[in-house]
C-alpha cells in the first residue's frame, strides 16, 4: 500500500477506501485500502493501465459512486454520508466533469450545453447567459455559441464539455481521459486550456489519464495499480 | 419552464418517430370528440330532460294515441301542476330526408312547459292569432333558410296524406347550447279541426308531458297517473322525461357503452404505441441521462423531466385532435336533420384535455422511473 499525500489541508481527503463489485456471487475488488490527498489548487494526473480502477476512483470522488468501505471527503463533505438527493445537490456545487468522449447533449446548442448546470441554481435567465458567455470565452469558442456538437470538430466539443465543467465554478475539476479521442494538435489545445484553468484561476483539477504526454502537465502524477496507488508507475 | 428548451430538444430529436406518433394520437382524439358529440345527439336529451317532468305514453306504445280528455284529469291528481299534449305529425318537406320533427301543440301550455324554447312575445303573440300559424326552431330555419311570414307546405303522410300548409310566424332559440331548435310546431285546434276530414283520431293526442310540483315525488305522481287510468281503454305508462329520451337513445343500443367500448379500445392502442415510443426514445439517450444526473440532476428532476416530455407530447397531440374534432363537429349535423344535437360539449373538451394529461403521466411513468433508477456510474458507460 502507498500513501502518496501532499500535505495537511488537503481539498479532497481518501481515507482506507475499498471498492468492491459483485457480479453474480463473485466479487471483484477494484480498490484496497487506498489513501490520497490532494490540495487545493493542484493539478494531479491519475495514471495506470485499464482496469486499474482510475474512473472508478474518480467516480468516487465525483461522488458518482460510494465506496464500500473507507472515507472520501471533498471540500470537507463525507460523501459516503449523504443520500442521493443530497450527493445530486453536491456535485452540482462543487464537481465539474469533463468526459472523453464529451458527452454533450446532441439536440442543445453549445451554450445550451455550457447552461445546462447552471438550470439547477436560482440564477436568472439574464445571469445564467452572462456565466454562460464567460465560461465560452474562456475556452475561446464564443463564436461557436449557436452551433450544435455534431457541427463541431472533437476539439471543439471538448472546450464546450470543459466549459459545462467550470461555469458554475466547481470546487474541484474531474477530467476523465479528457484528451483520450483527440489528435496530437487538439488534445495539447485541451491540455493548454486545463494548464491555465489550473494556474490562472487555481482551479484544481484531477485529470485521469493513459498519456504521460499528457500527465506531464499536471503538477503531480500518481499511479494506479490493481487498486493501490504509488508515486512511480510498475516496472 | 427553463428546461423546456431541453424537454423539446428531446421531443425533435427523431423528428419522423415524434410525428407520426403525435398523429397517432391526434386521430385518436379527433375520434373521441366526434363519439362524443355522437353520444351527445343520441343521449343528450336525457340530461337535458327537466327534473320536474314526466311523460305520460299509451301503456303499449308510443304510437297508441290518448284522448284529449285525460288532460283535466291529470291536472286533477294531488302533485302535477300543468300538463301539455303533443302529437306526431310525421311529416315531409320537399323530400323524406329533409327529416325534423313537427307536433301540434296548444301554444301557452307548450310554452309554459318547455322554458327552454325562447320564443319573442309578439310573435307568441301573432301565433295565437293564426290559426294555421307555426314556429320553428332557429337551427331548423337556418337549415332551410326560413323567415318569418314563409309559407311552409307540409305532406303528412299520416294525417288526411295530403300537403299542409302553415305560415311560419315565430322563430324559437334554445336557453341552452344543448337545447334542440329543429323542433317545427302548430296549433292543435287547427290540427284537430282539419282531422275531420279523415273521420280518424279526432280528439286523440300522441302523449303527455307533465309539471309535477315537487320533483322529489315524481315517482309517486307517476304511479297515480297510471293508477288513474288503469282497467281503462288506453291505460298509461308514466315515467320521468330523462328515462323517457333514454328510451328513444337505447334503441339504437346501450350509447354510452358502444362509445365507451370503441375510446377504450382506441386509447389502450395509443397507450401502446406512445408508451413504445417514450421506452425507446429513454433507452437510446440512457448516457445522456447519465451527464444530466452527474452535472447534479436529482431522480426527481430526471423523472419529471421525462413525464413533461411524454405529457408535452401526448398534450399536444390530444390538443390538435379535440381542435379538430371541435372544427369538425362545428359544422354541426352531419346527417341533415336526424342528429339535432349533434355537438362537441365544453365538457368532454376538458375531459378529454384531462385524458391527454393522462395519458402523458401513464405512458411516461415507466420509462422515467428506468430512468431515475439508472446508476450514473453505469448509465455514463453507455453514452
Avoid at chain 1, 3 to 21: C, H, Q, S, W
Avoid at chain 2, 321 to 332: C, E, M, V, Y
Wanted: net charge positive.
Amino acid at each position: 500500500m502507498s500513501d502518496p499525500t501532499t500535505g495537511n489541508g488537503a481539498l479532497v481527503r481518501i481515507e482506507g477506501v475499498e471498492k468492491v463489485f459483485h457480479r453474480g456471487a463473485e466479487d471483484i475488488h477494484v480498490l484496497a485500502n487506498l489513501n490520497l490527498q490532494v490540495p487545493a489548487g493542484e493539478f494531479l494526473a491519475l495514471m495506470g493501465p485499464s482496469g486499474s480502477g482510475k474512473s472508478t476512483l474518480l467516480n468516487l470522488i465525483g461522488g458518482l459512486d460510494r465506496p464500500t468501505k473507507g472515507s472520501v471527503s471533498v471540500a470537507g463533505d463525507h460523501i459516503e454520508t449523504l443520500s442521493d438527493h443530497q450527493l445530486a445537490a453536491w456535485r452540482a456545487r462543487h464537481i465539474g466533469f469533463v468526459f472523453q468522449l464529451y458527452n454533450l447533449i446532441p439536440v442543445l446548442t453549445a451554450e445550451r450545453n455550457v447552461e445546462l448546470p447552471l438550470l439547477l441554481t436560482h440564477l436568472t435567465k439574464a445571469e445564467r447567459k452572462k456565466h454562460v458567455a464567460t465560461a465560452l470565452a474562456m475556452v475561446g469558442l464564443t463564436h461557436r455559441a449557436q452551433h450544435y456538437p455534431r457541427t463541431m470538430s472533437g476539439g471543439e466539443q471538448q472546450r464546450v464539455g470543459i466549459a459545462r465543467g467550470i461555469v458554475t465554478d466547481p470546487t474541484l475539476l474531474l477530467c476523465d481521459e479528457p484528451t483520450g479521442d483527440l489528435d496530437r494538435k487538439a488534445g495539447d489545445e485541451i491540455l493548454n486550456l486545463l494548464q491555465a484553468l489550473n494556474r490562472e484561476h487555481g482551479k484544481t483539477i484531477i485529470m485521469v489519464t493513459h498519456d504521460p504526454h499528457a500527465s506531464a502537465r499536471a503538477s503531480r502524477t500518481v499511479y494506479l495499480n490493481k487498486g493501490e496507488l504509488t508515486d512511480a508507475p510498475l516496472a | 419552464m427553463k428546461f423546456f428548451h431541453l424537454i423539446r430538444g428531446n421531443l425533435l430529436r427523431h423528428k419522423l418517430r415524434t410525428s407520426l406518433t403525435l398523429l397517432s394520437i391526434l386521430v385518436a382524439f379527433v375520434l373521441f370528440g366526434f363519439l362524443c358529440a355522437v353520444k351527445q345527439a343520441l343521449v343528450g336529451g336525457v340530461a337535458l330532460a327537466g327534473a320536474d317532468r314526466l311523460i305520460v305514453r299509451h301503456k303499449v306504445s308510443i304510437i297508441q294515441l290518448l284522448p284529449e280528455s285525460y288532460q283535466p284529469r291529470m291536472e286533477r291528481i294531488p302533485g302535477v301542476a300543468a300538463a301539455a299534449h303533443q302529437t306526431w305529425f310525421g311529416g315531409i318537406y320537399q323530400d323524406p330526408k329533409n327529416f325534423f320533427m313537427q307536433c301540434p301543440v296548444v301554444p301557452e301550455q307548450f310554452m309554459a312547459m318547455f322554458p327552454e324554447f325562447i320564443l319573442p312575445p309578439e310573435q307568441m303573440q301573432v301565433w295565437l292569432g293564426t290559426r294555421t300559424g307555426a314556429i320553428v326552431g332557429r337551427n331548423t330555419a337556418e337549415r332551410f333558410k326560413w323567415k318569418i311570414g314563409d309559407k311552409i307546405p307540409i305532406m303528412s303522410p299520416i294525417w288526411l296524406r295530403k300537403p299542409w300548409a302553415f305560415d311560419l310566424v315565430g322563430i324559437y332559440d334554445g336557453k341552452e347550447k344543448g337545447t334542440d331548435t329543429t323542433g317545427f310546431y302548430f296549433r292543435y285546434d287547427y290540427f284537430d279541426e282539419a282531422r275531420k276530414a279523415q273521420n280518424w283520431g279526432q280528439g286523440q293526442v300522441g302523449w303527455y308531458t307533465i309539471r309535477v310540483k315537487d320533483p322529489a315525488q315524481a315517482a309517486e305522481v307517476a304511479r297515480a297517473v297510471d293508477q288513474e287510468f288503469e282497467n281503462s281503454p288506453a291505460e298509461t305508462k308514466t315515467e320521468p322525461e330523462g328515462a323517457f329520451a333514454q328510451g328513444f337513445a337505447n334503441q339504437i343500443g346501450n350509447i354510452a357503452f358502444i362509445v365507451a367500448g370503441i375510446l377504450t379500445a382506441v386509447f389502450f392502442t395509443i397507450l401502446l404505441v406512445t408508451g413504445s415510443t417514450m421506452s425507446q426514445a429513454v433507452r437510446e439517450r440512457i448516457g445522456e441521462i447519465g451527464v444530466l444526473k452527474a452535472i447534479g440532476f436529482t431522480n426527481g428532476q430526471v423523472l419529471a423531466l421525462v413525464l413533461a416530455e411524454s405529457c408535452l407530447l401526448t398534450v399536444a397531440g390530444g390538443g390538435l385532435g379535440l381542435a379538430l374534432a371541435w372544427l369538425i363537429t362545428a359544422r354541426g349535423d352531419p346527417t341533415g336533420g336526424m342528429l339535432p344535437m349533434f355537438f362537441f360539449p365544453v365538457r368532454d373538451v376538458l375531459i378529454g384535455l384531462a385524458l391527454s394529461v393522462a395519458l402523458g403521466v401513464i405512458t411516461g411513468f415507466l420509462p422515467a422511473q428506468q430512468a431515475m433508477r439508472l446508476r450514473v456510474a453505469d448509465a455514463l458507460r453507455r453514452m
